[in-house]
């Protein structure tokens, strides 16, 4: 049956209310008013309200947006504490070693830059683009991409509204809506579900590495006052995650007596036993740590995966009738910790892309915004990850000491523009990492004590999900039989681990066991997507406003 749909045209569409399609929007009808140009732009947002799925750690650097808008401080951009002190630590299970400020290379300084909430940030910044006239529609998920007869990326349809669990039309039923465009930018995020399907029916992957990523943890704590470093950013490498598993630490401190508190684990890790969650639990009690928690208040929590592939996992950007910009890219510069200065840019720079399209049509053949690309190459977002191309492998292939050490060094010669001739490549996607249980170290973590570390559903409370009861489930098994046949029998069932949600749970009833998907717990970090070993879980856009809405994150 045919379903009659509404049909929305515009000059340019945007998918997804981050930093970089907030800054395409911006920086398009800029251009449009400095040329006196009518160019309409759409931005579509799954979230509740833009910035209700945002969460980064977040120190910014401002040059971005400095470039789109030099006068932010005079408009009130909340961006209010700027950083005093950086601090690099070696943790090990009671110790930490403070590495001295002049053995870091100058490109992990955080001078100048400022301790923010993304997600105020993003907010802010969508009412800049309101001012500027872009529609933004919060609440409408991207379901499909649609393409031309030539294989050009038309528009998006956005998921239907008031179905049941089966995929009945409800009362509430609302069919979904065509929204087309001349050119379609792609700011999903990382492992964006529509960036997938592009990827896949357009082979846009074919001459890149694997893209790698790691799964990002945050809490945000009110402490006491006395602990309290208004500018004080602090990292850490080491305890309580073995030197084979990558991943870090942050500490910020901002506002009124908040922290930041997060921590990363690179998702190649291989022991099928580890659990992200519980080790982000586990640093919370370092002596250090637990000092600076003692009397506070944990306010938010949450977790998103973030891009850790670098330049050589890039897919092509640039597709006939849309680009991928931001971390639907891979914009993150993994030692720094930073991609939001470099998803703003590339938005801009496909914001300039468009426009010259829209004005030039002549100059675009194929309708291949090619000049994205040579922008991109031409701009110092390609300086800032180009010179740390070969870090994430150095730490996958030698480990985090040795790695970040050999990475230390590549990045000292880079400041002094001395740039190696070779790029180190990824042999692995994350998936394919795990060692069969059997063969791995059993790891064993402590029970929450509910005052520093906590349980995944009472963390998840914090994090103000909304999924209607009733709705399909978001998370999709190409086979079910794979989770109990093959996951369960060779890795223990994982997803009861690297899920930091509690959203899969392996039940054993009467002899028998079965996976059961609680989808209601879901905080859209996508790992389920990126670490299940055959690629069976496919995570889609739930009903749309569905999911955590974050605050302060």
Not at 113 to 122: P, T
Not at 302 to 330: K, T
Not at 355 to 374: D, S
Request: hydrophobic letters at 35%.
């Amino acid at each position: 049956m045919t379903i009659e749909r509404d049909v929305m045209e515009y000059d340019v569409l945007i998918v997804g209310g981050g930093p970089a399609g907030l800054s395409a929007a911006i920086k398009i009808k800029q251009i449009a008013t400095r040329e006196n140009k009518e160019i309409s732009v759409c931005l579509v947002e799954k979230g509740a309200e833009v910035g209700s799925h945002i969460l980064s750690g977040a120190v910014i650097d401002p040059i971005a947006l400095s470039e789109l808008i030099p006068d932010w401080k005079e408009k009130g951009a909340p961006l209010n504490t700027k950083v005093t002190k950086d601090i690099f630590n070696l943790f090990s299970k009671k110790r930490n070693l403070k590495i001295p400020h002049w053995l870091m290379p100058p490109i992990m300084s955080n001078k100048q830059n400022y301790i923010v909430s993304l997600g105020e940030l993003c907010v802010w910044l969508s009412k800049e683009a309101e001012g500027l006239g872009i529609e933004i529609y919060p609440g409408f998920t991207a379901q499909e991409p649609i393409f031309n007869d030539n294989q050009e990326l038309v528009g998006i349809l956005t998921g239907d509204m008031g179905r049941d669990s089966d995929g009945n039309e409800t009362v509430n039923y609302a069919a979904g809506i065509e929204i087309r465009a001349k050119y379609s930018l792609i700011a999903e995020g990382t492992r964006g579900s529509i960036t997938k399907i592009i990827e896949k029916k357009l082979s846009l992957r074919k001459n890149s590495d694997p893209q790698k990523y790691g799964l990002g943890f945050k809490e945000v704590w009110r402490i006491d006052k006395n602990k309290h470093h208004p500018g004080l950013v602090e990292h850490s490498l080491g305890w309580p995650l073995e030197n084979d598993a990558g991943g870090g630490s942050f500490t910020y401190h901002y506002g009124e007596d908040l922290v930041s508190l997060g921590f990363v684990v690179h998702l190649d890790y291989s022991n099928p036993y580890l659990s992200p969650f519980d080790e982000f639990q586990s640093f919370k009690t370092h002596p250090k740590i637990k000092n600076l928690l003692t009397g506070a208040k944990r306010i938010s929590y949450g977790a998103r995966a973030i891009n850790e592939g670098g330049i050589q996992s890039w897919p092509e950007l640039a597709f006939p009738g849309g680009v991928l910009i931001g971390c639907s890219a891979g914009m993150v510069n993994v030692p720094r910790i930073k991609g939001t200065h470099n998803a703003m840019k590339s938005g801009m720079l496909a914001a300039e892309a468009c426009v010259e399209a829209i004005t030039k049509p002549e100059n675009i053949n194929n309708k291949i915004l090619e000049q994205y690309l040579q922008k991109l190459k031409a701009s110092w977002v390609w300086d800032d990850l180009n010179s740390v191309r070969n870090i994430k492998p150095l730490i996958s292939k030698y480990g985090t000491t040795l790695g970040m050490l050999f990475g230390g060094f590549e990045m000292w010669l880079a400041s002094y523009k001395i740039k190696l001739p070779w790029t180190l490549h990824h042999e692995k996607a994350d998936h394919e990492t795990l060692i069969d249980f059997e063969q791995a170290k059993p790891i064993s973590y402590l029970k929450p004590d509910g005052v520093y570390t906590f349980d995944k559903l009472s963390s998840i409370s914090l994090s103000n999900i909304g999924h209607e009861a009733n709705q399909p489930c978001h998370l999709k098994l190409r086979d079910k039989n794979i989770p109990i046949d093959f996951n369960y029998k060779k890795y223990n069932s994982p997803e009861q681990r690297y899920c930091p949600a509690g959203v899969y749970e392996i039940l054993k009833e009467d002899n028998l066991v079965r996976l059961q998907i609680n989808g209601q717990n879901c905080i859209h970090c996508k790992t389920c997507d990126i670490k299940d070993p055959k690629q069976n879980i496919d995570w889609v856009p739930p009903e749309g406003g569905s999911g955590p809405i974050y605050s302060k994150m």
